[in-house]
């Protein structure tokens, strides 16, 4: 199968690239560029990656004429402008960035600053969140945000049985520096970023409300969530470190019960009681590691996940939201070793 | 004045000496190892320090003698033992270790795993949180813990002005490993520590009961704190991300009133509303630097402090504690510049 | 094929047993601990590697009745003691240690302060320096050293074909903490390392004598090299930056002929004129890539080389080794992502 | 006694003013924008120094008017423009940036990609390094390069002893990511820098015609030097490892002998024989640790030096000179702890 590749030159565009070199069901890659007019070679864009592919203008028509699916990897906005020939086609798109992921404009336009793509458009886009809905069948998919995923597979067995005081939520979230893209700024700047932390868009980061939207898929009750991000010297990985408040009268067994039942049969998603996981057990891989405990003296559960940003939390859920679109086995290409020593 | 110092070898006890060698009103400093026979050189065991003070063998009356008073910069348990003979006399001590720190001696054992130190000895103990308390006229001081400091600091004006649920306390604080010492662990070797995070201790961090003493000494009503430790691939510092839901009704002034009217006039501490600090803002300082917010949308209120554990967190508030026992001037001695890029 | 390895829990092991996992034509690992009694479970050893394997006591008869080949990824002086069985069957095994890599028994214990295998034995090995060697037909592969790899690779064209003062060789090579292994040090405690240099073993390193005895093989007048060694503070990878004096009258031509003669059909060694490779480049991966420039002024070569050291430095190269043996496609199970973003 | 200091906000500028601040002599601090119109608070442009000095618009008569010496610490290219007047009117300047360090215009010229200062000016300059020159009565000092520094004062005793083949120096340096200073590029994005190594300028670097001029003011024999520098994965910090072929006859101690007689009165400069220096052991501080060995089987002299790249390498070099020009205390101002643990 062939399948086209738009903005490769990004974080998650390249870490795709590499996961659908080594997938056993694709054949052939073709990329393009949305903001070049001729044909360049990835070669002098990533030497780094050894390949000589070229990178082909952007062309709806021709993508879809010589791909079975085309995957976006480009900024917020841009898919906003461009997917809608491949919508009014119905031909199948995974979408890596922010655009449809929300189901309300308004509250795209207030957290992105961003126009909002047509309603009707929207409501075509299918969520991708893999462990709890699957894509098959579905023609336009945005792949979930890497803070997001981190944050709603945390919380999920907690939320959608009920078993916490839905206003009670925190989420103190933790990201590397990959998170934040290539482009240059004070914040990665590696004199500023080392040997510190630092906190950004408090109680302002877009991926607030695309998890609040999810919580309220599986309780209306929750009305928003306490979420902070800092962010880390290093370069690749997620912690969401979540505590909420019990209900009374929940045990530790309701809240086993609910994380063993939810990701037993999980391929990629582990949850451990008592054990916390490290953030570099699951860097290199798809995993969603997750450490859970109540607390007995507080009644608060804590809840540590941990993501690869760029995998689980970007390219690796964009594959398995591949595999199920078209009914590949579950782990086909994300067979991934962990960066050793863990 | 002539001061002696047990145990420079530890972390907390070097970057002290520093501190003492540059300290106006210090002219000598007697150097002691509890664990010792014979005098040592300072050169053998730390030549980086580029000094070659003699390390004298232990003697409680020679120090007595010698040195108008004396900082234990010792492990846990090791003043429980040894401390009793300065108690006797009233000799002034300031101790970095956590021995006489709690108030209760059940509470000492069911955290330190430690057989504390004897009632009387408790009680004479004073806990020397220096921007709430003075140490002037004390002898016996006990220096808070690094995590303590920066949590209580954090939370102080809120708890003390009744502005919060006080069941809702969240803490999620992080440390450099220069907080777990020099001892080799698995935790601390770099292949592991590198590109990772590692809770630890998680709901069992012997700070916790400290923190919950103080709080409870300005509010009984705070039963408990929910607090967890990660552990961060940088060497000094702490951030204490703190979260807490505001009382019904209570407002942004009323919260920034309690923050201003708390710390206008501290030397060392410092509080901005809205603004959240760095870490490395404060490494090689003795400030604790402070941003908090009332998230008007979740009515949970964020306050971020940061400290540098081995300064602020131990020798450096060590240094204010002397200050106020012996009527000094509270800057003396720690006039830092922080590690610059910042 | 069914292959056995033993000693999985070291960092070399490790990274070897996810390659053999993943390698088209490994049917079956068996795990061998050469220091139990007992079946142990992978998993309780190193849970991180997400297995339930068991580790079988080691038994030289039972690994050849039930394995094609065994790979040794033991420390030093291990396979001294425990390889003669194989040796004597004329089983095939890859040994990823040093006891067999020095032909000199003498040199072995200068260098490595241990007793080398009897003579007969050292004659029998092969030194598996697979871009110049094949292991095709051979039965004992000893794997060369992490630094010995990359030295040699970065200046053999210049030794092979004599275009430099064979006394003029100075080799500043740098590794991450992984070299160093698991074992806890001094050296690499994290508060040690972090922010750091420290060099080891100056002129005292035992890949001295394996890069010497290669390059004598290449051109007797090499009569050594200086060579040290530096700890860098990040944990995977070695670059080697080597100078040498060109000979009179070599030209900048001769010298890159050298090096595309040597390296243009290799699959896994990249040299390029000019252009020095970056260490992250390779990292993830089974590449070393070199960089090289005859300076006009100075007329000194400087070639700069970057491997993955648990990769091409030690389990990479097993690989190779493994495919020359068997007579697999170089590159199967070697088909590597980088860790990106580099 | 009042300074000027023009160019604050960058790296060099920040700590020279930190150091200034604490300087016992120095009793007022006017800083000056060389490129800008109004007086602008250090708050608004370097909060984390905590400080309100006003930012006063360049004027040359003005800075003579309220200062009895000025320091400059501007990128290159700036003095050469300014420091006219100042030169003119033999007013005392310290210049941290590298326009007047050579004698000639052309090499300059060559090396800096930018017209020299006029002849008679660069005549005038004397170049400021301090353990070997003293700037005692000087006008215009041209404060050294931070890698020249640490390379010139690990050759000097062997260069002005005549002891090395002077066609053999090879310097593989190595720097931390502030010696490239704030300004963001793609070298110093965490991203790419973090667990990397990067060469940049090989062969190329502006400071190798500032070592080369020194060492031929020593040895007219030296005609150049192979040097290359590499960006680490750290923040502050140089370590210069140099090699260099002892002459044929030269002994350990002819070799011992000049490092002991050139350093063992030296303030700031410690020579070690057989023990190199970890790069950590310096930051914070103003010492140069230099740690050298002939190597007898090579006859190889191997010499690492290492320097705080801000402090001995800018800054408090510049203080330095700074304390010989008015005849202060060599240490005056520069009693600074490291940065520990080391």
Redo the contacts between chains.
Sequence with gaps: MNVGLVGVTG?SG??LF??LL?HPQVDHINLYGHAQKVAQSLEEVLP?L?RRDNILPYDPADIMKNNQMVFFATSAGVTTKLAKPFLEANFPVIDLAGDYRLKSRDVYKHWYKKDAPEDQYLQQAHYGLTDFYSSKGEKYVANPGCYATSTILALAPLVQNHLIDP??I?V?A?S???G?G?K???I????????????YK??QHQHIPEIVQQFQEWDENVP???F?T?L??????I?A?C?A?AKDNVTEKEVRDAFVKTYSDDTFV?ATEGV?P????V??TN?CDI?Y?L?P??H?I?I?S?IDN?LKGAAGQAIQNFNQMFDYAPEAGL?L??????
Excluded: C, W
């Design positions: 974080y390249s870490v590499e996961l080594r780094q050894r206003t009670s925190v103190d933790k590397g520096t990959s934040a290539k240059l700024t004070e990665t700047h590696f004199s500023k970023t080392n040997e510190n932390l630092q906190l408090v109680n928003y969530i306490q902070t800092t880390l010297p290093l370069t690749r990985g912690m470190s505590y408040k582990n916390f490290t953030l570099k057990q860097v290199g995993f450490g405990q607390n003296v507080t608060q804590v540590i941990v760029l067979n070793s962990p960066v050793l020593p863990i």
